[in-house]
C-alpha cells in the first residue's frame, strides 16, 4: 500500500539548514510528484513547492531562494533542504504524493526553530 | 499567486445541521478546487476533488460545488466525527494555494 513517512531532526537553530527525507512506499517517484507543505502551531497549511516525476521542480516564491527539493529514486526518498531557518520557520512539515491533487499525506514530522 | 479566501474561520454546529463553507478564488480556477479535512495531530485527508467529486470512502453528506472563483463545501447531517478543520486548495495553478482553513466546532 501507499505510504510515505517523513524524518529529520526536531529542532535547528536559528539560521542553520533544514534536512529532512520522505521515504515512500507503494508507488514509484518516476509516476508521481511528490510535494512538502507545512503548517505552524495553530495555523493552516503553506505550500512549499513540488518535485515531479520527472525530476523538474516548482516552488513558492516565498521559499524559492532558500529551499531546494530533490531525490533518490533508487531509495525512494525525496529530500527537502532550507536554509537559513528563523523561528518562524516552527511547523510541521508533511510530504504528501502528487497527482493533481494529494490523496496520500505523511504523518508529518514537527521542526521547531529555537536556540 | 491565486488567493483563495476561505470562509467562515469557524463555524460551531449541533449534530444533525447543515453546514456550508465557502471558498472564493482570486481568479477562475476551473473548478480545479479540492476539499480536505484536518483533525489535530493528523495530516489532512482528501475528501473531494474537481469541485464535487467524493473520493472513496467520503461519507455521502459531504459534497461541494461551485465553478469560476466561487466554490462551496457542505456536510448535510453533521456528525461527530466530521468535527475537524477544513481546507479547500486550488490546483489549476503554481503556486498550489489553501484556503485558510474553517474549523468546525460542537454548538
Known amino acids: 500500500q501507499v505510504q510515505l513517512k517523513e524524518s529529520g531532526p526536531g529542532l535547528v537553530q536559528p539560521s542553520q539548514t533544514l534536512s529532512l527525507t520522505c521515504t515512500v512506499s507503494?508507488?514509484?517517484?518516476?509516476?508521481?510528484?511528490v510535494i512538502w507543505v507545512r503548517q505552524p502551531p495553530g495555523k493552516g497549511l503553506e505550500w512549499m513547492g513540488v518535485l515531479w516525476g520527472d525530476g523538474n521542480t516548482n516552488y513558492n516564491s516565498l521559499f524559492k531562494s532558500r529551499m531546494s527539493i530533490t531525490r533518490d529514486t533508487s531509495r525512494s526518498q525525496v529530500f527537502l533542504k532550507m536554509n537559513n531557518l528563523q523561528t518562524e520557520d516552527t511547523a510541521m512539515y508533511f510530504c504528501a504524493r502528487e497527482l493533481w491533487v494529494y490523496d496520500y499525506w505523511g504523518q508529518g514530522v514537527m521542526v521547531t526553530v529555537s536556540a | 499567486d491565486i488567493q483563495m479566501t476561505q470562509s467562515p474561520p469557524s463555524l460551531s454546529a449541533s449534530l444533525g445541521d447543515k453546514v456550508t463553507i465557502t471558498c472564493q478564488a482570486s481568479q477562475n480556477t476551473k473548478n480545479y478546487i479540492a476539499w480536505y479535512q484536518q483533525k489535530p495531530g493528523k495530516a489532512p485527508r482528501l475528501l473531494i476533488r474537481?469541485?464535487?467529486t467524493l473520493e472513496s470512502g467520503t461519507p455521502s453528506r459531504f459534497s461541494g460545488s461551485g465553478s469560476g472563483r466561487d466554490y462551496s463545501f457542505s456536510i448535510s447531517n453533521v456528525e461527530s466525527e466530521d468535527i475537524a478543520s477544513y481546507y479547500c486548495?486550488?490546483?489549476?495553478?503554481?503556486?498550489?494555494?489553501f484556503g485558510g482553513g474553517t474549523k468546525l466546532e460542537l454548538k
Open positions: 507503494g508507488f514509484s517517484l518516476s509516476s508521481y510528484g
Open positions: 486548495l486550488q490546483y489549476v495553478d503554481l503556486p498550489r494555494t
Open positions: 474537481f469541485t464535487s
